[in-house]
């Protein structure tokens, strides 16, 4: 996330990120696990 070097870590960012999934409903999380290799990424 460009706009966010320097005033975000990598760690703060994943915890944003994990925060907004943890609103999504049973449904979606399972679909956007699916798509994404079950959460599996690649650097």
Wanted: charged share 30%; glycine share 10%.
């Amino acid at each position: 996330m460009p706009a966010f070097q320097g005033v975000l870590t990598d760690a703060e960012i994943r915890a944003v990120i994990g925060f907004i999934k943890s609103t999504w409903p049973d449904r979606k999380r399972d679909f956007q696990a699916e798509v994404n290799g079950k959460g599996k990424v690649t650097p």
